[in-house]
């Protein structure tokens, strides 16, 4: 009936749909478990035998009442125990394998005593509160150091495991400076032996511990790293955000798609194809050019192609290979972004010419605060951290933008800088557009800074007239080192007695009247502005260098993806969404972006979901209503979250981890990735529901959003949506229609590096253009099919290692191939080496290696800065084998004539031509 005959239909067809696994028993005789795969001799462990039988009732009983529901409205529905096993059954088998039983109570059971093993250790629990609560002037790595002597006296030795080479180094050096003997250990734990009596000397080890603890039966302290500085979350390295970008566009990028050649300009991509060059097959990308004439490109120099994207205009014009046209467009685009960018950079001499004394260095106060961070530190926070930090050294005031979604660790480099701030005795004010943004930065701020003699105050309207008086009396006299508030802080009444950092939240979220105040007050201050949603131009005008901008694009590296589900509007699938997060404690927000329509709306969910504590939010309530809903939401006095797209883009709610958007379909798409975004902020799997009247029902472009966002699953991703967004709309649309024009002519990717090279000139800077060096050597060099079957993925891989700039970085790629792949085929031995040694030709600025005639042929650039004495003795060196040609080309006899080894033997040449012709790289 109604869905109960679609399903029939759907299977016979392939299509996949939710729910399908349950009608596994129409189709298989026996529907196996996971004991039916055990092999004899496996092992199982139980950890909390009592949870688990608990969880597996529950469960049951579940199964039990979904089918009911489904017996009577679908009629064909399996049987419970057809798909799911009994907790009889589940337990019977579990008696026929070996089990191990983890239980953290301790419970005495007489036929165990024999086979049970009680291991008796002390919780480092309270470690850091204790730590805190000593409030010592010296920190509280002082009263750690206090700790471990105690421990010492006692017999014990004490033992630190720190995550990573660096941070373990970090601590050796702090524990150090505290008058502790540390001892870096390299070896695994278990190779580890107590050695003589212990006289406080302290072991630090490399591994993954959330939790030390005390063991007294085997005399040790072992503390993690998280008990003395908080629990750090290990998150994942990640490219620059542009280089992300373009490789998200080559996974996709399909025969028949427009791409741009830095030197070439616009063709189209037809395919990466095979073609034997010499006597060696090799790999190359084919672009088809106006006329069908066709360009061959090695995949080395993959990094001199992007796809491209315009203005949304068409089509774009190809251009001849070897013609004029692609020149002659990229001047015309220069012309009109140096005109462009003029005015910005008058602005940005003027701001230079301020100046103001450096901040002192943070010191140990300042080490270990950075030590107590919640988080690892991903690459571009850290790269943010050190701009920051660069910026206070400097004697012209900090100007920067910092951008990044929620939970990024934007605040962390506030925090830092707000730090070294205050140390020199200067006040901070941290600026937010909402009363309840204030209020969870206080609480965030208080956190981090309570072990230091430091006050903090908040000034909102959560404070009544006569605290507000007593903070803005002490803010004059310097009683406050740092005021959280609204715009509240920007009324003639609020003085600073010594005003030292002005740090924005959300600043385009501030009206005409306090952005003139502010201004004001940015004159002679650092400001840091902190932002989730840049504007466009804001942002294109800090990717040209006009502005300072750091970006912070990485997730923690144990928050999950969220789950996306494209849906009709369904009672029941809402219901079970909804009672399925109201079950793990969760709360869940209901977009319904039509005003008129909530109170309906209100009471379908009030009669769907009876026991939810339900809240309205919308953006034509009172400001203060709207507050009182909000925070209620954030206490977790309300668990459902009936809202228009108001939701609050800088708030973050840890425990809301299921969004269901009505009419989906009439949201743009960076739209509805910021809302998704909402959810999935902590470790729990987060879900979103995207509700729409059917796909006959919704446009094309609503359909091309709707599975853009659905592919853009992975954490992070933002940058890659909004290119999908620049496609589907055309960037004209985003940047202004004065720059559509020029878009269009060079491509998006195109237009910014001119952008930023115009720039530069006209700061004075110096633009050098990049040898792109050609290789011809008689070996094969590529990602075999059989070893990488996607194009696509060999594509992005051969982008990464054409892009690298250093050793390390093919490393990496090597490195993560190795572990997705397995082991390196030859012939992706010999790209590895080829991409190293193209970055050694780069550097020593050689046009062309080849080899002619058994001679290796390096081509020198005419710009080269080659010491010609230095050349003279490399060529002496050769003892006949070496000759320089008038023609700029060095030619040598090598030993090998192929092979591993003559890759081996030009890689030691060029490092000895590089050292002995003493190039600058």
């Known amino acids: 009936r109604g869905e109960g005959q679609e399903i029939p239909e759907k299977i016979k067809q392939g299509i996949p749909f939710p729910g399908m696994e349950n009608y596994l028993p129409f189709f298989y005789p026996q529907v196996e478990t996971i004991f039916d795969y055990l092999p004899p001799a496996a092992m199982v462990f139980l950890i909390e035998p009592p949870e688990i039988k608990e969880g597996l009732t529950d469960f049951w009983e579940r199964a039990q009442a979904s089918w009911s529901k489904a017996h009577e409205e679908i009629g064909c529905w399996p049987q419970p125990e057809e798909l799911i096993m009994p907790a009889a059954e589940f337990e019977e088998s579990l008696?026929?394998?070996?089990?191990?039983?983890?239980?953290?109570?301790?419970?005495?059971?007489?036929?165990?005593?024999?086979s049970s093993l009680s291991l008796v250790t002390e919780s480092n629990e309270n470690l850091r509160s204790s730590l805190l609560a000593s409030k010592s002037e010296e920190g509280v790595l002082h009263a750690l150091a206090n700790r471990i002597r105690q421990e010492a006296e006692k017999g014990i030795f004490s033992l630190?495991?720190?995550?990573?080479?660096?941070?373990?180094?970090?601590?050796?050096?702090?524990?150090?400076?505290h008058g502790l003997k540390t001892v870096l250990f390299p070896?695994?734990?278990?190779?580890?032996?107590?050695?003589?009596?212990?006289?406080?000397?302290?072991?630090?080890?490399?591994?993954?511990?959330?939790?030390?603890?005390?063991?007294?039966?085997?005399?040790?302290?072992?503390?993690?790293?998280?008990?003395?500085?908080?629990?750090?979350?290990?998150?994942?390295?990640?490219?620059?955000?542009?280089?992300?970008?373009?490789?998200?566009?080559?996974?996709?990028?399909?025969?028949?798609?427009?791409v741009v050649h830095t030197e070439h300009g616009i063709g189209v991509y037809r395919g990466l194809v095979k073609f034997t060059l010499g006597e060696e097959?090799?790999?190359?990308?084919?672009?088809?050019?106006?006329?069908?004439?066709?360009?061959?490109?090695?995949?080395?120099?993959?990094?001199?192609?992007?796809?491209?994207?315009?203005?949304?205009?068409?089509?774009p014009r190809l251009d001849k290979l070897g013609g004029t046209s692609w020149e002659k467009a990229k001047k015309k685009v220069k012309k009109f972004l140096q005109e462009m960018a003029a005015e910005l950079i008058q602005l940005y001499a003027a701001r230079a010419v301020i100046k103001r004394p450096a901040f002192s260095p943070g010191g140990e106060y300042l080490k270990e605060f950075e030590a107590s961070f919640e988080f690892e530190e991903t690459p571009d926070q850290l790269q943010a951290i050190e701009d920051v930090?660069?910026?206070?050294?400097?004697?012209?005031?900090?100007?920067r933008l910092i951008c990044g979604d929620v939970g990024f660790g934007k605040?962390?480099?506030?925090?830092?800088?707000?730090?070294?701030?205050?140390?020199?005795?200067?006040?901070?004010?941290?600026?937010?557009?909402?009363?309840?943004?204030?209020?969870?930065?206080?609480?965030?701020?208080?956190?981090?800074?309570?072990?230091?003699?430091?006050?903090?105050?908040?000034?909102?309207?959560?404070?009544?007239?006569?605290?507000?008086?007593?903070?803005?009396?002490?803010?004059?006299?310097?009683?406050?080192?740092?005021?959280?508030?609204?715009?509240?802080?920007?009324?003639?009444?609020?003085?600073?007695?010594?005003?030292?950092?002005?740090?924005?939240?959300?600043?385009?979220?501030?009206?005409?009247?306090?952005?003139?105040?502010?201004?004001?007050?940015?004159?002679?201050?650092?400001?840091?502005?902190?932002?989730?949603?840049?504007?466009?131009?804001?942002?294109?005008?800090?990717?040209?260098?006009?502005?300072?901008?750091?970006?912070?694009?990485?997730?923690?590296?144990?928050?999950l993806s969220i789950r996306t589900y494209i849906t009709e509007f369904d009672e029941d699938i809402i219901g079970e969404a909804i009672r399925r997060e109201l079950r793990r404690g969760g709360q869940i927000f209901f977009v319904h972006n039509r005003v008129q329509s909530i109170p309906a709306m209100e009471k379908f969910l009030r009669r769907l979901?009876?026991?939810?504590?339900?809240?309205?939010?919308?953006?034509?309530?009172?400001?203060?209503?709207?507050?009182?809903?909000?925070?209620?939401?954030?206490?977790?006095?309300?668990?459902?979250?009936?809202?228009?797209?108001?939701?609050?883009?800088?708030?973050?709610?840890?425990?809301?981890?299921?969004?269901?958007?009505?009419?989906?379909?009439k949201l743009g798409l960076a739209q509805m990735y910021q809302l998704r975004g909402r959810v999935g902020r902590a470790q729990e799997r987060a879900y979103a529901y995207l509700l729409i009247p059917g796909l006959e029902a919704i446009s094309r472009e609503a359909r091309k959003r709707l599975e853009a966002l659905k592919e853009v699953t992975e954490l992070g991703s933002g940058f890659k949506l909004a290119m999908h967004d620049l496609e589907i709309r055309g960037a004209g649309n985003i940047l202004g229609d004065a720059q559509s024009g020029h878009i269009a002519a060079v491509g998006f990717d195109m237009y910014l590096q001119i952008l930023e090279e115009a720039v530069r000139e006209l700061k004075g800077e110096e633009v050098q253009v990049e040898i792109e060096p050609e290789i011809d050597l008689p070996l094969p060099a590529y990602i075999p099919t059989d070893y990488i079957g996607d194009i696509n993925q060999r594509l992005v891989f051969y982008r990464r290692l054409s892009t690298a700039k250093i050793e390390e970085e093919i490393a990496e790629v090597a490195e993560e191939l190795k572990d997705r792949y397995g082991s390196l085929p030859?012939?992706?031995?010999?790209?590895?080496?080829?991409?190293?040694?193209?970055?050694?030709?780069?550097?020593?600025?050689?046009?062309?290696?080849?080899?002619?005639?058994?001679?290796?042929?390096?081509?020198?650039?005419?710009?080269?800065?080659?010491?010609?004495?230095?050349?003279?003795?490399?060529?002496?060196?050769?003892?006949?084998?070496?000759?320089?040609?008038?023609?700029?080309?060095?030619?040598?006899?090598?030993?090998?004539?192929g092979g591993p080894g003559l890759l081996w033997e030009i890689k030691k040449l060029l490092l000895e031509l590089l050292e002995g012709v003493n190039i600058k790289f």
Not at 160 to 177: G, I, K, N, T, W
């Open 389 to 399: 930090q660069a910026d206070l050294d400097k004697e012209k005031p900090m100007d």
């Open 609 to 665: 979901v009876p026991e939810a504590r339900l809240g309205i939010a919308h953006g034509q309530m009172a400001e203060r209503e709207l507050e009182k809903v909000m925070l209620a939401f954030l206490k977790k006095e309300i668990n459902l979250l009936l809202t228009t797209t108001i939701i609050e883009s800088g708030l973050d709610f840890p425990a809301a981890n299921t969004i269901i958007i009505n009419r989906a379909d």
């Open 187 to 258: 070896e695994p734990f278990s190779s580890w032996h107590p050695r003589g009596g212990a006289n406080g000397q302290v072991t630090i080890m490399i591994g993954q511990l959330p939790r030390g603890f005390n063991f007294p039966m085997a005399r040790l302290f072992i503390v993690a790293e998280a008990d003395i500085f908080g629990e750090k979350r290990l998150r994942r390295k990640r490219l620059p955000w542009r280089e992300e970008h373009t490789l998200a566009t080559f996974s996709e990028l399909k025969e028949g798609d427009f």
């Open 95 to 114: 008696s026929l394998v070996t089990r191990i039983t983890l239980q953290s109570l301790e419970i005495l059971e007489k036929d165990l005593l024999d």
């Open 411 to 559: 605040t962390e480099v506030a925090l830092r800088a707000a730090l070294r701030v205050m140390m020199d005795g200067k006040q901070v004010a941290v600026l937010v557009p909402t009363t309840v943004l204030a209020q969870q930065h206080y609480q965030t701020f208080s956190r981090r800074f309570a072990p230091y003699p430091l006050r903090l105050e908040m000034l909102s309207r959560f404070r009544s007239p006569a605290q507000q008086k007593e903070i803005i009396r002490d803010l004059a006299q310097g009683k406050i080192d740092l005021i959280i508030g609204t715009h509240r802080l920007l009324q003639r009444d609020v003085t600073f007695k010594d005003l030292g950092l002005l740090v924005i939240d959300e600043e385009h979220r501030f009206g005409v009247r306090h952005k003139e105040r502010l201004k004001q007050m940015k004159a002679n201050v650092d400001v840091l502005t902190l932002t989730a949603t840049p504007i466009p131009r804001t942002l294109q005008m800090s990717l040209g260098g006009i502005r300072d901008l750091s970006v912070i694009q990485t997730p923690p590296e144990n928050r």
């Open 281 to 315: 097959e090799q790999d190359f990308l084919l672009i088809e050019y106006q006329g069908g004439d066709k360009l061959y490109l090695p995949v080395y120099r993959l990094n001199l192609v992007h796809k491209y994207i315009g203005s949304g205009d068409g089509e």
């Open 160 to 177: 630190f495991v720190c995550p990573h080479q660096r941070s373990a180094q970090q601590l050796a050096e702090m524990l150090s400076s």
């Open 826 to 897: 030859a012939v992706l031995e010999n790209l590895l080496e080829i991409m190293q040694l193209k970055l050694l030709l780069k550097r020593g600025q050689i046009r062309r290696l080849a080899s002619e005639k058994g001679k290796i042929v390096l081509t020198f650039d005419a710009k080269s800065a080659l010491d010609p004495q230095k050349l003279v003795e490399f060529v002496a060196r050769g003892q006949g084998r070496r000759e320089f040609t008038p023609d700029q080309r060095l030619k040598i006899i090598p030993d090998h004539k």
